[in-house]
């Protein structure tokens, strides 16, 4: 269902695709295929600028990336620099305190 949605926006020959969560309910390869649609879409010209949780999707997918935490730019930049951002991490793994706090 979600690949033929992308293929409908597609069809229009968009310069900007907005893609909301598009990796959602796929397996690790169906997310990896979507990501290397990504690329080739970007490839090609096309602006491709998404939200998605699947981590190793966006960082197969993209050449920039921009973090938030509850609305707010916490990094953006080059994607591997950006995982390894301290804030990234904490925002999305937390730390070992708050961790050990729920046990």
Do not use: W
Request: net charge negative.
């Amino acid at each position: 269902q979600r690949r033929l949605e992308i293929a409908r926006a597609l069809a229009a020959h968009p310069t900007l695709l907005i893609l909301d969560e598009p990796a959602a309910g796929m397996n690790h390869v169906e997310a990896l295929e979507l990501a290397a649609l990504i690329r080739g879409l970007a490839d090609d010209g096309v602006t491709v600028l998404f939200i998605e949780h699947n981590v190793k999707m966006v960082l197969d997918a993209c050449t920039r990336l921009v973090v938030l935490d509850f609305g707010e730019v916490i990094a953006e930049g080059e994607p591997r620099e950006v995982a390894a951002d301290p804030r990234v991490v904490e925002a999305y793994l937390g730390t070992e305190h708050e961790e050990s706090e729920h046990v």
